[in-house]
């Protein structure tokens, strides 16, 4: 934290030294009712997938709205436990031996990917409520294969081919995750196709959870049909439903301030920022797409366009094409938007480039830094 006088310092958003990424908490709170709204009208319970954010700054004030975290693994367990503490689920496609008991001190749900690895580690999961990830096999988005995890061979999964008879007699709950920034009616599809699959083994489990990948609060998303989706599944099989978003809780909500470097001319017109797709917003060269930025449009839609790329040696680490109101230059600050999701939690210092600093905006718009990353981050993660 930056202590000025014993105070923490507020600034606007534009003296915020970049880069920088800064979370907006008016959008987030806005989020989070939607969320909390859906809790309390349908009795569902919802849960930060950390793997999108894990800002835990944030989780007490995440924790005032929904009902917990969801985790890959040991670690975004252990934060889940130590930062919100409140429900608090794992799913991971295999786990370590190492990781098993630390991880059922810390977890309420274990999700298993296989019947091996649930044969292997249930009698120390004898404390938490245990649940077998299915596969449904119903692909509905052909945008994103990479985000597909109905795609022929995957990895995750348990298709109902596989499935016993009867379950082992600790299994709780089912969990499917296959779903990418999808409405609500690719769930109800989704539904349809685990009742048809799966439906004959629901009436004896107390739990169904619906994964993540719901876009429930971009606007225009179907909260209705969502709602209704929801009592389906209570209503004809008694279950408690879960569903664990990370982009939903954190979508529009943050901000990465960069500034332009320098400006290059080589038959297209290329700003060099201070930030990198690579390294501070892997999704968009993964993806890939274009994030939003404050005040452009798309390319040739106002007087000014470029190429805006990044410091770094990697000849394809270009965030898109921009157009302005007016001539850019070194010095100039931009705001790319939407970059509170699945950019803090996947960036790396690639060339040695500097992590940004991560703020906090309030209500007001004043802006407090959370964290200042320096040398020593980059040189302690080698060796
Ligand atoms: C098992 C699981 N749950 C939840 C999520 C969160 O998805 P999203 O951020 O798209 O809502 C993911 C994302 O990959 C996931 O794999």
């Not at 999108?52 to 929904?66: K, R, T």
């Amino acid at each position: 934290m930056e202590a000025v006088e014993g105070k923490i310092r507020k600034q606007g958003m534009a003296e915020l030294k970049t880069p920088c990424y800064i979370i907006d908490e008016g959008r987030l709170k806005k989020n989070l009712e939607i969320l909390s709204q859906l809790e309390k009208e349908t009795g569902c319970k919802v849960l930060l997938a950390q793997k999108a954010f894990s800002c835990f700054y944030e989780y007490p004030l995440i924790g005032s709205y929904i009902s917990g975290t969801t985790a890959s693994g040991l670690y975004e367990a252990r934060l889940g436990r130590e930062e919100m503490n409140k429900e608090n689920h794992v799913f991971s496609p295999a786990y370590r031996e190492e990781d098993i008991e630390e991880l059922v001190g810390l977890c309420d749900h274990m999700i298993f990917n296989s019947f091996s690895q649930l044969e292997k580690y249930k009698e120390q999961c004898r404390g938490v409520s245990v649940g077998l990830r299915i596969n449904p096999e119903c692909s509905t988005q052909e945008g994103h294969a990479i985000y597909d995890p109905c795609a022929f061979g995957s990895r995750l999964g348990i298709r109902a081919e596989q499935f016993p008879e009867i379950l082992p007699e600790q299994v709780e709950g089912l969990h499917f995750h296959t779903l990418c920034e999808q409405d609500a009616d690719a769930l109800a599809v989704t539904l349809t196709a685990v009742e048809e699959k799966f439906g004959r083994w629901l009436p004896g489990l107390k739990w169904l959870n619906f994964g993540g990948g719901h876009h429930i609060t971009r606007e225009g998303y179907d909260l209705e049909l969502l709602k209704s989706c929801i009592r389906r599944m209570q209503e004809a099989y008694g279950l408690e439903i879960y569903l664990e978003p990370g982009e939903a809780v954190a979508l529009n909500a943050g901000y990465l301030a960069t500034t332009v470097l320098d400006v290059v001319e080589n038959g297209i017109t290329t700003l060099i920022l201070d930030v990198s797709a690579a390294c501070h917003m892997p999704d968009v060269l993964e993806m890939p797409y274009r994030p939003p930025l404050r005040d452009a449009g798309l390319p040739e839609e106002k007087p000014w366009t470029y190429r805006l790329s990044s410091n770094t040696c990697l000849a394809g680490d270009i965030i898109g094409d921009y157009s302005f109101d007016r001539e850019l230059r070194p010095g100039d600050r931009l705001y790319f938007e939407d970059m509170a999701i699945y950019s803090m939690v996947k960036n790396n210092t690639f060339n040695g480039i500097p992590l940004p600093s991560i703020a906090v905006m309030d209500e007001q718009g004043e802006c407090r830094i959370l964290r200042r990353f320096g040398y020593q981050d980059f040189k302690e993660r080698l060796a």
